[in-house]
Structure formats: structure tokens, C-alpha cells
């Protein structure tokens, strides 16, 4: 439904300079130096990567987020459900594609399975995913027992009052990876020779 310029701003207070929101219209703005940093790390740990959620679009099952991940941190393998894209923004890592470093654009197709290893500095890098991540089972495969899209990036950042500029999911709403076919796909592409 569409609704005339005159309707859509009866429905819109301007945010102050301070606070972070979303709008009933889609429209949400993030003021990035007031939203906490939430810890974002797959197995688990204390210490790792922290992460600061821009947005998520339920619609399509993508999120995007600012991550900083330690100098020195050797990324544990994990698979990428969907497709993933990046920014570095400052600092560099080693991976099977070669070295990448500030300034340096990444895509990385989905159902792939990788790990990095941090340079000497923090890297601190802007992030598009679609679907979200998962670990690696000692036979390689996608181990979906964990998988960290939307609903837990959400989730997570809601836990640390870092989600304040981030519209809820809509009611029942499921991830398309939440499903057994999705699931079974999934295995299947990570099995298929490259």
C-alpha cells in the first residue's frame, strides 16, 4: 500500500540528534556512536569479535552490521548460508583468497565454508549477509544446529539494548534457513564437488 507524502509524515517525528529508530514507513536510522558494541562470536567465547547491528530486513532474511574483530584472532571455519559482502574498513586478514586489507571489497557466494586469520590490528569491517552464518562439523560439513541470522543477530543486540532502531520481526515470522528443505539444500551444496 502506498501512501501520499502528506500521509506518511503525518506518522513521522523527527528523531533527535542523540536516539536511533525506525519508522513505520521502513525508514530507520542508526546513530552508530550510540549504539553499544554486543559480542558476536559463534562458538562462544568471552573474548572475539563484537558487533553493531545497522539493520535487518526480515523481507528478505539479510541483516548488515559493523564488525570489529581482534588483531591477531584466528577465525574459526564457518559457512556462509547465503550470499556475504564486505568493507574493510580498517586492518587486513589472510584467507584463501589472498591477503585483504582497508579499503579492499568482498563477496563471497553462499554455502562456502572459510576461515581468516586477523593481521596485527583489529579489523573493523561493514557487512551485508544474507541468511546468516553457521559452523563447520569435523567432516566439513554445515553444522546447523547453530545458525546465526537475523532472528539471533537480532536477538543478541536486543540482549545488549542495541537494537532500539531495529523494527521486531513480524509475527511468525521464520527465516527461510529455519526449514528442512532449506536445511537439506544446504548440506547438498556443501557436498557438491567445486
Known amino acids: 500500500m502506498f501512501l501520499s507524502e502528506k500521509e506518511r509524515l503525518a506518522h513521522i517525528t523527527p ?22 558494541w554486543s559480542p558476536f562470536n559463534l ?22 552490521m559493523i564488525l570489529d574483530v581482534p588483531g591477531g584472532m584466528k577465525v574459526e ?3 556462509h548460508l547465503g550470499e556475504a559482502y564486505g568493507f574493510i574498513l580498517s586492518g587486513s586478514f589472510d584467507y584463501e583468497y589472498g591477503k585483504i586489507v582497508a579499503n ?44 546465526v541470522g537475523c532472528r539471533a543477530v537480532y536477538e543478541m543486540a536486543l540482549r545488549n539494548n542495541a537494537a532500539g532502531h531495529i523494527a521486531p520481526p513480524p509475527e511468525g515470522w521464520k527465516s527461510q534457513w529455519e526449514t528442512p528443505e532449506a536445511i537439506a539444500a544446504v ?7 567445486a
Open 104 to 147: 579492499n571489497y568482498i563477496g563471497e557466494g553462499a554455502s562456502i565454508a572459510h576461515s581468516a586469520v586477523i593481521g596485527p590490528d583489529s579489523v573493523l569491517q561493514y557487512s551485508i549477509l544474507f541468511g546468516g552464518l553457521c559452523g563447520v562439523k569435523p567432516d566439513g560439513s554445515p553444522d546447523l544446529s547453530v545458525i
Open 43 to 64: 562458538i562462544g567465547s568471552a573474548e572475539g569479535p563484537v558487533f553493531k547491528l545497522m539493520t535487518v530486513n526480515w523481507e528478505r532474511d539479510m541483516f548488515v
Open 187 to 193: 548440506q547438498m551444496r556443501s557436498l557438491a564437488p
Open 15 to 36: 528523531l533527535p540528534i542523540d536516539k536511533s529508530g525506525y519508522f513505520i514507513d521502513g525508514a530507520h536510522v542508526a546513530r552508530f556512536d550510540k549504539i553499544p
Open 77 to 79: 571455519p564457518h559457512y
